[in-house]
């Protein structure tokens, strides 16, 4: 029954897509994650490879390089087209103000993507699974995305339906991964504060696939004083002491990073954030709870602190934490 819904869901996706592309090009926007592999697979099942063209916004250090090797292989899989357009620059930018995921994805990620506007449909794997799905139009600033009325669970069943696999990154089993994301405070000075995030990032992931294990969750946050960078460890579930004693020992050794600890109960943030977010309760609630909950191997509370008087600060600061 579920393989005859997917199959239903499929035709009409494909349907709406020919409709909606019509006789232009379709750019699609590829992280190579889920949602734009399936993008993707549908689109090359409407349309023509000639029509179709993939682009990944790479952001130099900040994009995973297994995250490169994932798109240069999917890519070759798909037999479709591939360009690169660079956001370094720009996310530097915007984060130096603090972790601004929504407005670094609307603004460069999908920005450099929609300056292929001109040329045809720029299309984006949003689903119900994500802000940018709760907007509720298929088509929305010249945006067009197939998958907004579906959730994950579809989503992977139309993925395996067409007998894909992704190779996983390892940062999370449905993400695709940036690393800035990690980076929980102003990014003032990308040579110390941004390269701890780089690198401690990079080498759990080195030395989690040498062991080969098997994670659900593995990310390094930094958090902390603009003085001070914490790394904290986070692993679900968490690996024997020796593979953790061998990263504690590698990050220590990394010069940008102050202190390291792991994540291995329940912990308390204590969060400094801009008077617009300090001052309004939903926002709050979806940084906790959208925003850092999902990416922590253990549960997290917050303990909010008066509003920052830092004007250089958008968003919000995790400056320090408390294990319960």
Not at 61 to 82: F, H, I, T
Not at 186 to 191: I, Q, R
Not at 296 to 321: G, H, M, Q
Request: with cysteine; glycine share 6%; charged share 25%.
């Amino acid at each position: 029954m579920i393989n005859l819904n997917i199959e239903k869901i499929i035709e009409e996706l494909k349907l709406e897509i020919k409709e909606t592309v019509g006789n232009q090009k379709m750019y699609i926007a590829f992280s190579g994650g889920l949602d734009s592999t399936v993008v993707a697979l549908l689109a090359k099942d409407t349309l023509s490879k000639e029509k179709l063209t993939l682009i990944n916004t790479c952001f130099g250090p900040y994009s995973y390089s297994k995250g490169l090797e994932a798109v240069l292989l999917l890519a070759n899989q798909l037999d479709l087209r591939l360009f690169f357009t660079n956001g370094q620059e720009e996310q530097e930018k915007l984060l130096y103000h603090g972790p601004n995921c929504n407005q670094c994805t609307r603004d460069i990620k999908l920005g450099k993507v929609k300056e292929m506007l001109y040329k045809g449909v720029v299309a984006v794997g949003s689903n119900q699974s994500d802000s940018w799905g709760k907007l509720g139009l298929k088509v929305n600033n010249g945006m067009y995305s197939p998958l907004l009325n579906l959730d994950k669970e579809v989503i992977q069943g139309i993925l395996d339906y067409y007998g894909f696999v992704i190779p996983r990154i390892g940062e999370n089993s449905f993400r695709e991964g940036c690393k800035y994301k990690h980076l929980l405070k102003m990014s003032a000075n990308t040579g110390y504060h941004a390269r701890a995030m780089v690198v401690s990032n990079e080498v759990i992931h080195d030395i989690l696939d040498y062991h080969n294990y098997e994670r659900e969750i593995a990310n390094v946050k930094i958090i902390g004083p603009l003085s001070k960078n914490i790394a904290l460890i986070n692993i679900k579930p968490l690996p024997p002491k020796e593979i953790l004693d061998e990263i504690i020992n590698i990050l220590e050794k990394e010069e940008t990073i102050d202190e390291v600890d792991v994540v291995d109960r329940p912990i308390e943030l204590s969060i400094t954030a801009s008077p617009g977010i300090a001052n309004n309760k939903n926002s709050k609630y979806w940084i906790l709870e959208g925003r850092l909950k999902p990416e922590f191997a253990f549960d997290i509370t917050a303990k909010w602190n008066p509003p920052s008087r830092n004007n250089k600060l958008w968003t919000f600061s995790v400056v320090d934490y408390k294990k319960l």
